[in-house]
């Protein structure tokens, strides 16, 4: 198996000296450095660039504000509607999937990326990476970091600098160090 398929597959992998993985990595931050100094009126031109980092997404169904900083792109999966403000960053070794609809706040980060506690294997550059999944009508507050194989369930809201660290189910408000649900929402909360 080469690094790709063990990342791919959610096994430990060679992230930090795989030749072809740097490379990956550079060709898509060098597009994202192109698409945050495109200007913001030159819809097309951010376009066509967010297609070539994006290519699982609908570039005229999404909105993302620069700075937006990605590690392959190829594993990202926006649905319409969806809108992320400025400097979010998708660290996708796994695969991060946003439903339909779910808003982002600015200086967020949703982190795939484990690394061993043993300092001996991590100096060897090894990780895995596990899957980042949100529902759709989701909004995610600013400063909050998602980390690794977090799920969050559909129409919930994430209150800013939350440090998700478990899956949190549909519907509800959650905020805090670690994120924990504070509230259901019912559509009598929605109405008031």
């Known amino acids: 198996m080469t690094e790709k398929e ?25 597009l994202c450095m192109e698409f945050n100094s495109t200007r913001m009126q030159d819809l097309t031109r951010r376009r066509k660039i967010l297609r070539e980092i994006l290519p699982h997404v609908d570039a005229d169904a999404v909105e993302i504000l620069s700075p937006f900083m990605v590690d392959y792109g190829y594993n990202i999966y926006l649905g319409a509607g969806t809108f992320l403000n400025h400097n979010v960053y998708l660290m996708d070794c796994a695969k991060i999937q946003l439903g339909k609809k779910v808003f982002v706040g600015p200086n967020c980060g949703f982190y795939t990326a484990i690394h061993p506690l043993d300092y001996v294997k991590r100096a060897e550059g090894l990780e895995r990476a596990e899957p980042i999944i949100i529902g759709d009508d989701v909004w995610i507050g600013g400063d909050v970091t998602i980390l690794p194989g977090v799920k ?36 009598e909360t929605l109405l008031v």
């Open 152 to 187: 969050i369930g559909r129409g919930s809201v994430i209150g800013a600098k939350s440090l998700v660290t478990k899956d949190i189910p549909e519907n509800v408000m959650a905020f805090g160090n670690p994120c924990r649900v504070v509230k259901k929402i019912g559509m």
């Open 6 to 30: 063990k990342m791919l597959a959610g096994q430990w992998y060679d992230a930090n000296f795989d030749a072809a993985l740097i490379e990956e990595r550079a060709f898509v931050k060098d």
